[in-house]
């Protein structure tokens, strides 16, 4: 079965990508593992993963993020809402990858 995804979330998911890709294209710090992605726990949403490397104040900082985006296109990061390591890990084993530059793998909507 196909994704369903609809024009303001297809904008925003490649809105989000290219700032991605921006970020790393600066020189600013890298982007690793990407992953977009839908789970069964959010449905009629796009779920973007990665790690983001940069340095601050002298430092190596690494985030594990995770964004939302849901029909109208809002974006939402979720990685803090989670109670311990257990419940995001299960989030993220539910995760369904599909590749967005591909639209054979999702219907549009609307």
Do not use: H, W
Not at 51 to 71: D, H, L, P, R, V
Not at 83 to 99: G, L, M, Q, R, W
């Amino acid at each position: 079965m196909k994704i369903k995804i609809t024009t303001k979330q297809l904008l925003a998911t490649t809105t989000l990508l290219k700032n991605l890709k921006s970020f790393a294209d600066m020189k600013a710090g890298s982007i690793n593992k990407l992953q977009v992605a839908t789970n069964t726990m959010l449905p009629n949403t796009i779920i973007i993963r990665y790690e983001k490397e940069y340095a601050e104040m002298g430092g190596q900082k690494n985030e594990f993020k995770i964004a939302t985006i849901n029909q109208n296109g809002d974006i939402d990061f979720i990685e803090g809402r989670f109670k311990d390591i257990f419940e995001k890990a299960a989030f993220v084993s539910e995760c369904i990858n599909f590749d967005i530059s591909n639209p054979n793998d999702y219907e549009k909507i609307d």
